[in-house]
């Protein structure tokens, strides 16, 4: 870990070091690589769609939380965006929605998505840790913890240029959640890193920041790894136990 017992960073270098950890972002997570270079089977994508299914949907409280804590009504305002982009509004699915339909496109019930019945316990257990970390956190530290959208456009595109060719039996309709997300997550990027570089400035609450940010990048990881032991090396949770009458 960093230590920083001088003065607290430039504003420059402070994003400097928010953005170098994106060499921790889940996008070199082996089994992401995997899936970007076309190396995973139609389980294996199925799996990863279904349990991401269970982060998707706690987007939304995740945010309400964010707000709930938050006593800056211009906050509120732009935040609120986030919900509605999940959630939907009259006329508009939202970004749930459409990830039901990247799981069909890839030959997924929407029963099977909407029951959550193949979320697995680590990401169950990663994703309400996140969610009860902003809960608890003041709301200043919640909307840090969002900084791993500064990493997020380039898993998009890499997606919407290369599944076409490395899937074809996905319906390319089904892509579409990574394309609105490529403008959604721009937006609110800048809108959180403004909000973290402004609000923590002293050494200790630089440090913070970082420590938040790493916290959040264990969440994504983790939750890989917990897909890599049941659809890669056949370990799902309780493989050794023998099921009871």
């Not at 609120?80 to 069909?104: K, M, N, P, S, T």
Request: glycine content about 6%; proline content about 5%.
């Amino acid at each position: 870990m960093d230590s920083n017992s001088g003065p607290p960073w430039s504003r420059e270098e402070f994003e400097q070091r928010l953005r170098g950890l994106g060499a921790r972002y889940h996008i070199h997570h082996p089994y992401q690589v995997k899936m970007n270079a076309g190396e995973l089977n139609r389980e294996q994508i199925q799996g990863w769609v279904a349990n991401r299914f269970y982060y998707q949907i706690n987007i939304p409280q995740k945010d309400a939380a964010v707000m709930a804590n938050c006593p800056d009504r211009e906050v509120r305002r732009h935040w609120v965006q986030r919900i509605l982009d999940h959630d939907g509004r009259a006329g508009e699915d939202g970004g749930i929605e459409a990830w039901i339909r990247l799981g069909e496109a890839c030959g997924l019930e929407r029963d099977a998505i909407v029951s959550l019945q193949h979320v697995l316990p680590g990401v169950r257990f990663a994703v309400d840790a996140y969610v009860n970390f902003v809960r608890r956190a003041s709301w200043q530290e919640a909307v840090c913890s969002s900084l791993t959208e500064l990493f997020a456009p380039t898993i998009h595109r890499e997606r919407l240029a290369q599944w076409p060719g490395h899937y074809p039996w996905m319906d390319p309709g089904g892509l579409e959640y990574f394309q609105n997300r490529l403008g959604e997550a721009h937006r609110d990027v800048e809108h959180g890193l403004a909000i973290t570089l402004e609000e923590f400035t002293s050494a200790e609450q630089q440090q913070r920041a970082l420590e938040i940010l790493r916290f959040k990048l264990d969440v994504l990881w983790s939750m890989l790894d917990a897909m890599t032991l049941a659809y890669v090396l056949d370990m799902p949770p309780y493989f050794t136990v023998e099921d009871s009458p």
